[in-house]
């Protein structure tokens, strides 16, 4: 086995193409370098882990982080006060269970199923406006106009958050997100210190507004969460506070990177995306099997086990850190027939790109619509798109992995 | 039959499919994906085309949908014959045909039956007969359930508190009826879950208003001058007002019509193989009938080869789909049905669902969450050895539970586990009730050894 092969992973220069080292790494199913992770890579082994109620993703219970390049310490072990309490993505039950319960009152069934239905005309009309003032159709691009601006918006409008302020926060929520990238040359404490004081003003930010709609409820997640319903079903204003940055980060930096790649793949599939034109509903299993292909999220890097296991005979140390590469298990050949081949027509799409088990995207119903929506909008818009340069310029994020710019030029915007 | 009769089967041959529901539908769908051409023949007795059950006693009550929409969903075109409204009434085994209640005969070369499972039904036939007076099995069922409960009663009662029992007084509920559930046992769910989750199962009945009497019996039901049910009269003396009873007393096997067959078809349904294929009243495996669903009986190497006939959605489909398989395949490509049983059931808000045989379970552990919460794992024990598991809204790590079972992994589990509390800590008697005193039907039934086990015997019915 190829020593340094996670070097090689979290590399930018692997960034467009990392899957010829997944199929590597899944080699060697449980990869330990001695100092690193446990990184598991294929489909049943991650699948199972997920549902394996001895791994923790408490960051308490880590013991060994050492050679670990993605540690990070929300909430963790570290010196540091932290800025704010883990948000439940970081949390085992019972919290974790209470705090996602409470945050889907609001959100989803069976309290509110229609509330992701009721925003398609919401997000159509944002679809539509941000086609119609894309400009000049030889040049566009389509992180900046399109992929980026649409899910902020959305996320802004479920939340409650003015849209108005999307440079400030965007910058926090950029910071934040780069604290999961591990970049090889930053000072490891000035990186802490840089995401905490992210964190502490997005926690501040976020105050002001739930105190406003705690005095002046409006029709948005922010007023229903603060309002609670109940003693024991009311989140303490710190668990409010650490919930709706959670929603406002993974609002905004996942589901731009599945619109992003999905163009980026459809653009590469030209069959497939003249298909998507003439047939709409295509869309549906065309994100599914975009989940599993060029999943947003490529690895897990937060579980650690609550007691020694073994897995396929390797004997995992309590307290360590393990990675789950879902990017790599979805492309496992022992679970997918030619995984390395783009197929929206498969039957069998079981992916691993939204997570599985307790912790498996909360927001997957909006970012399923909002993908779908984009990019049979785009297919059908766009009059002849091309890439102008492939691969594109990424970001450099390994763990949130999508291009940083996706420029195209086609022949008009169909009306 | 490398002789090629196998590909002479699939080319031109004829299989006839007994039971057109899900096991059923689902076989013919598996055959036509293994290319088979010839022709199929489903026959099925209700004059509907396949539906699904677990919406009967849970959306059709609640008036979320229809019962007559219901329909499975098809996963592909099955290109059959359908006869409807007919029930098969006889089999020649030798001269391969299947008799119909109407005189017709269909002949097969290969048989595939899955005639599922019928209501149980109030043993006074005269009591039976009142207006009123409800079993919950098929889609008429359902629909004259639901627009009674339209209509408004005074009062329900459902006699026995097992799943079907449980979610038809939930529904009630819901509906703001008021209701009463009478059940033999000490609790709720006992039969299938045992005592402890018995104990929560009550907690949810009491707390969500119904009127739970257990440890009791219904002796009689009494109608008024119009021939409508209006009263029922309790083992302790009582007598409730009600004007509809929903009797909920598990499933009978629907196998009578292979009396005298020769088929090892008895009151405990078809004994089969592992390969879904019919054993004779001899015990002889036979090669050409099939069988799958509520009505098959086959052993299970998980456990102690016991038979085991579940009454669960998921098992009528894997079987069907292995039984089909195994229909068309040489005998070296065929394939066992060693799923491992798993169940669900949604009652009073709570999404309960089971793997394993918890019923075969003496201990019982809470290793996930609280039964207080109601939102918990609970793990089954037999001779050392991880059995079963239940949960409570926690199904989102059941598929550990169920590769302990596939493990054969120690019980209790040695190890500690994220949202472990106090009361988790040691397992405690699963508390199931003497199987000797009836509650009402299981969900899985278990009897008898392996094939090798002289104890067992097959009684094929009217003996
Ligand atoms: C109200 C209700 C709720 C349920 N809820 C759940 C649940 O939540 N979860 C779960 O896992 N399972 C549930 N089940 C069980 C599940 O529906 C069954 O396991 C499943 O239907 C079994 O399918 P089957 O095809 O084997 O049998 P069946 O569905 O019983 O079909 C057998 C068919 O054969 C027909 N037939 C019988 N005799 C003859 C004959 N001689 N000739 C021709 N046709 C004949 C029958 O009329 C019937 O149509 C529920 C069942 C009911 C009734």
Redesign the interface.
């Known amino acids: 086995m190829a020593e340094g092969i996670l070097k090689q992973i979290l590399d930018y220069s692997n960034r467009a193409n990392p899957y010829p080292l997944y199929e590597e790494l899944r080699k060697t199913p449980v990869f330990h370098d001695g100092t690193g992770p446990y990184v598991i890579s294929t489909y049943h082994d991650i699948?199972?882990l997920l549902?394996?109620?001895?791994?923790?993703s408490d960051a308490h219970n880590l013991t060994a982080t050492a050679g670990d390049p993605l540690a990070d310490d929300e909430g963790g072990g570290g010196g540091e006060e932290a800025a704010l309490p883990p948000s439940f993505l970081k949390l085992?039950?019972?919290e974790h269970?209470r705090l996602r319960r409470m945050t889907n009152r609001p959100f989803g069934p069976?309290h509110s199923p229609h509330r992701i239905d009721g925003m398609r005309g919401d997000l159509h009309g944002i679809v539509s406006g941000l086609i119609d003032n894309l400009g000049d159709p030889g040049r566009i691009d389509l992180v900046d106009q399109f992929a980026y601006p649409f899910p902020v918006t959305m996320i802004c409008r479920l939340l409650g958050v003015p849209r108005e302020d999307e440079p400030r926060f965007h910058s926090w929520a950029d910071t934040i997100a780069a604290g999961l990238d591990p970049d090889p040359d930053a000072d490891p404490a000035e990186r802490l210190r840089v995401t905490h004081d992210a964190r502490m003003e997005l926690g501040m930010y976020l105050a002001g507004l739930i105190e406003e709609r705690r005095k002046n409820p409006q029709d948005d997640m922010l007023s229903e969460l603060a309002a609670g319903h109940g003693q024991d079903d009311t989140m303490s204003t710190m668990e409010l506070l650490s919930t709706s940055a959670l929603l406002l980060i993974a609002g905004h930096e996942t589901t731009v990177n599945l619109i992003t790649n999905g163009m980026l793949t459809l653009l590469r599939h030209p069959d497939v995306l003249a298909d998507l034109r003439e047939n709409p509903e295509l869309a549906v299993p065309l994100v599914e099997e975009l989940l599993r292909y060029e999943p947003p999220v490529q690895l897990l890097p937060q579980r650690t086990p609550?007691?020694d296991?073994e897995v396929r005979g390797v004997t995992i140390p309590k307290g360590s850190s393990m990675w789950l590469v879902l990017a790599s298990g979805n492309r496992d050949p022992d679970r997918f027939e030619n995984p390395d081949r783009f197929d929206p027509y498969r039957k069998d799409i079981q992916h691993l790109g939204l997570g599985s088990?307790?912790h498996?995207c909360f927001g997957a119903p909006l970012a399923r619509l909002e993908a779908q929506l984009a990019l049979s909008e785009l297919a059908r818009r766009l009059e002849n798109p091309r890439l102008i340069e492939d691969p594109p310029p990424y970001r450099q994020n390994a763990v949130l992995r999508g291009p940083r710019h996706l420029e195209i030029t086609c022949d008009g915007i169909r009306p | 039959m490398p002789d090629g009769s196998l590909d002479r089967l699939k080319r031109e041959g004829r299989i006839v499919v007994v039971g057109a529901s899900l096991a059923g539908l689902r076989a013919a769908e598996t055959l036509r994906d293994k290319g088979f051409e010839g022709t199929l023949t489903m026959i099925g007795d209700e004059p509907y085309e396949p539906y699904d059950r677990p919406p009967l006693s849970k959306q059709v009550l609640l008036g979320k949908a229809t019962a007559e929409h219901t329909a499975l969903p098809r996963r592909r075109e099955i290109d059959a014959e359908w006869r409807l409204g007919v029930p098969a009434s006889g089999l020649d085994m030798a001269a391969r045909r299947v008799k119909l209640a109407d005189g017709d005969e269909v002949p097969y070369d290969r048989l595939m039956i899955a005639t599922g499972v019928r209501a149980r039904p109030w043993p006074n036939e005269a009591e039976a007969e009142l207006d009123g007076v409800f079993v919950l099995r098929t889609r008429d069922d359902g629909a004259g359930l639901a627009r009674r409960l339209d209509a408004g009663p005074k009062r329900v009662l459902v006699i026995g508190a097992g799943f079907t029992g449980s979610e038809i007084a939930s529904a009630c509920r819901e509906r703001g009826l008021e209701v009463t559930v009478a059940e033999r046992g000490d609790a709720p769910l006992v039969g299938a879950l045992g005592g402890v989750i018995g104990a929560v199962a009550a907690e949810m009945h009491r707390e969500n208003g119904v009127d739970l009497r257990t440890g009791v019996m219904v002796t009689r039901l009494e109608g008024g001058a119009t021939g409508r049910v209006r009263a029922a009269h309790f083992s302790d003396g009582t007598t409730l007002e009600c004007d509809v009873v929903v009797v909920s007393l598990g499933a009978q096997r629907n196998t009578e019509w292979l009396a005298g067959s020769g088929l090892g078809a008895g009151p405990r349904g078809i004994a089969c193989d592992a390969g879904c294929r019919a054993f004779d009243v001899r015990g002889i495996v036979t090669d050409d009938v099939f069988v799958a669903g509520d009505v098959a009986r086959s052993p299970h190497p998980l456990f102690g080869y016991q038979f085991l006939s579940l009454e669960h959605w998921g098992n009528a489909v894997a079987q069907a789909e292995t039984a089909a398989h195994n229909m068309l395949s040489e005998s070296s490509d065929r394939r066992p049905h060693i799923w491992v049983p798993a169940f669900w059931s949604s009652q009073f808000g709570v999404n309960i669902k089971s793997v394993g045989v918890p019923s075969m379970g003496t201990e019982i552990m809470i290793t996930q969450g609280s039964r207080a919460e109601r939102r918990f794992t609970g793990v089954y024990g037999y001779q050392g050895r991880v059995i079963g598991a239940v949960t409570f809204d926690n199904c989102r790590w059941l598929q550990f539970y169920e590769q302990q079972i596939e493990a054969t992994a120690p019980f209790p589990p040695p190890f500690p586990t994220v949202d472990r509390r106090a009361d988790g800590q040691r397992p405690i008697p699963a508390d199931f009730p003497d199987p000797s005193v009836p509650t009402h039907g299981p969900t899985i039934t278990l009897s008898g050894y392996s094939p090798a086990d002289r104890r067992m015997t097959f009684t094929p019915a009217g003996h």
């Open positions: 699948q199972s549902h394996d109620p001895r791994l923790s085992d039950p019972p269970d069976p609550l007691v296991i088990g307790i498996s």
